[in-house]
């Protein structure tokens, strides 16, 4: 394998334009590069059975989705990335749409993951699956009350709702996909309770959703499943529990990864991501992670798999990127902060 030399000199040129905070890393020419959205402790352990198993040599530089993503876009030709891995299907959707991903032509793909779980232009296939749902306090909301997301509109919610920012992709995905399934003009309404029925302005993130509930400030709201998982596992005496929309209401999101339009081992790289939806590599997300496998032959978390199945919908996870300008929009005119 064979690393572009023209990096060097680009890397420092588009880490100084950025305002990078670290040095940039020099890539070995026989090593394979993921630019990853996903923390070092979720991934780095699949990547070191995966060197164990092939021999294969990964380095990998971590960073949020959208700075990758211009990472990329400034790189062009020159970029030492085979691969890009990030969270949401939003931000695979604009990758694709930016153009810095490949078509990829891989059985192996095709038979592992489902159809609405990759690009249909199959630019980007899921890795592993998380659901966003309610999650409310044990101890003072009965589930049988729990709807879908539309019911937390209702005024019997009122004062007792707390959600993440509407800043966060995973609000705007879930928003897109409400948009598809009930039109803008519902949505919007919808939303707009959520915003009357806030107990407080909305937390920076779903363990301070979790937290609040458990503290009494609020009793039901919305995160995705994995932060749950992480959170009963340092804190398993919280009373919390969660709830998933029924009849196919519940809204799915994954992560997921696509091979760089100028992937200088773009072979290798399509090993490594065949790989990573084989069930031994399935289970390994699971178990770090508490996320839903993408293949239907890997084995569940016990864990996630004692929270129950979620019945989720099969469209295609691209909708969650091709609405999200309206989704964002509409949240502004709701007032939804």
């Given at each position: 394998?064979?690393?572009?030399?023209?990096?060097?000199?680009?890397?420092?040129?588009?880490?100084?334009?950025?305002?990078?905070?670290?040095?940039?890393p020099a890539w070995a020419e026989d090593e394979l590069v993921v630019y990853t959205a996903r923390k070092e402790h979720m991934i780095k352990p699949l990547f070191d059975a995966y060197t164990a198993k092939t021999g294969v040599k990964i380095q990998?530089?971590?960073?949020?989705?959208?700075?990758?993503?211009?990472?990329?876009?400034?790189?062009?030709?020159?970029?030492?990335?085979?691969?890009?891995?990030?969270?949401?299907?939003?931000?695979?959707?604009?990758?694709?749409?930016?153009?810095?991903?490949?078509?990829?032509?891989?059985?192996?793909?095709?038979?592992?993951?489902?159809?609405?779980?990759?690009?249909?232009?199959?630019?980007?296939?899921?890795?592993?699956?998380?659901?966003?749902?309610?999650?409310?306090?044990?101890?003072?909301?009965?589930?049988?009350?729990?709807?879908?997301?539309?019911?937390?509109?209702?005024?019997?919610?009122?004062?007792?709702?707390?959600?993440?920012?509407?800043?966060?992709?995973?609000?705007?995905?879930?928003?897109?996909?409400?948009?598809?399934?009930?039109?803008?003009?519902?949505?919007?309404?919808?939303?707009?309770?959520?915003?009357?029925?806030?107990?407080?302005?909305?937390?920076?993130?779903?363990?301070?959703?979790?937290?609040?509930?458990?503290?009494?400030?609020?009793?039901?709201?919305?995160?995705?499943?994995?932060?749950?998982?992480?959170?009963?596992?340092?804190?398993?005496?919280?009373?919390?529990?969660?709830?998933?929309?029924?009849?196919?209401?519940?809204?799915?999101?994954?992560?997921?990864?696509?091979?760089?339009?100028?992937?200088?081992?773009?072979?290798?790289?399509?090993?490594?991501?065949?790989?990573?939806?084989?069930?031994?590599?399935?289970?390994?997300?699971?178990?770090?992670?508490?996320?839903?496998?993408?293949?239907?032959?890997?084995?569940?978390?016990?864990?996630?798999?004692?929270?129950?199945?979620?019945?989720?919908?099969?469209?295609?996870?691209?909708?969650?990127?091709?609405?999200?300008?309206?989704?964002?929009?509409?949240?502004?005119?709701?007032?939804?902060?």
């Amino acid at each position: 394998m064979k690393r572009s030399k023209a990096w060097g000199v680009l890397g420092v040129a588009v880490g100084a334009a950025l305002g990078w905070m670290v040095a940039v890393p020099a890539w070995a020419e026989d090593e394979l590069v993921v630019y990853t959205a996903r923390k070092e402790h979720m991934i780095k352990p699949l990547f070191d059975a995966y060197t164990a198993k092939t021999g294969v040599k990964i380095q990998f530089l971590s960073d949020n989705a959208e700075p990758l993503l211009m990472k990329l876009q400034t790189e062009g030709s020159s970029t030492p990335a085979d691969l890009l891995m990030t969270v949401d299907a939003g931000n695979l959707w604009r990758a694709a749409k930016e153009g810095v991903l490949a078509p990829i032509e891989s059985a192996v793909l095709e038979k592992n993951v489902a159809p609405h779980l990759r690009d249909p232009g199959k630019q980007w296939f899921a890795l592993s699956q998380r659901a966003r749902v309610m999650v409310y306090a044990t101890d003072r909301v009965k589930p049988e009350p729990l709807k879908d997301y539309a019911d937390l509109a209702d005024p019997k919610w009122k004062g007792k709702l707390c959600l993440r920012s509407s800043k966060k992709i995973y609000n705007q995905s879930l928003v897109a996909l409400l948009i598809d399934q009930h039109g803008e003009a519902k949505t919007e309404t919808m939303v707009q309770g959520w915003v009357t029925n806030l107990a407080e302005p909305p937390a920076a993130d779903d363990t301070k959703v979790m937290e609040a509930i458990a503290a009494g400030q609020c009793d039901v709201g919305v995160v995705n499943t994995y932060y749950y998982g992480l959170l009963m596992d340092k804190k398993p005496n919280l009373k919390l529990a969660l709830h998933f929309p029924p009849n196919g209401g519940t809204h799915l999101n994954i992560s997921g990864a696509g091979v760089t339009k100028h992937a200088p081992h773009p072979a290798e790289a399509i090993k490594l991501l065949e790989w990573l939806t084989t069930p031994e590599a399935q289970r390994m997300f699971a178990d770090l992670n508490f996320e839903y496998p993408v293949n239907p032959a890997a084995p569940m978390n016990d864990k996630v798999k004692s929270w129950g199945t979620p019945s989720g919908d099969q469209r295609n996870m691209s909708l969650a990127g091709e609405l999200q300008e309206k989704a964002v929009k509409l949240m502004d005119r709701a007032g939804y902060k």
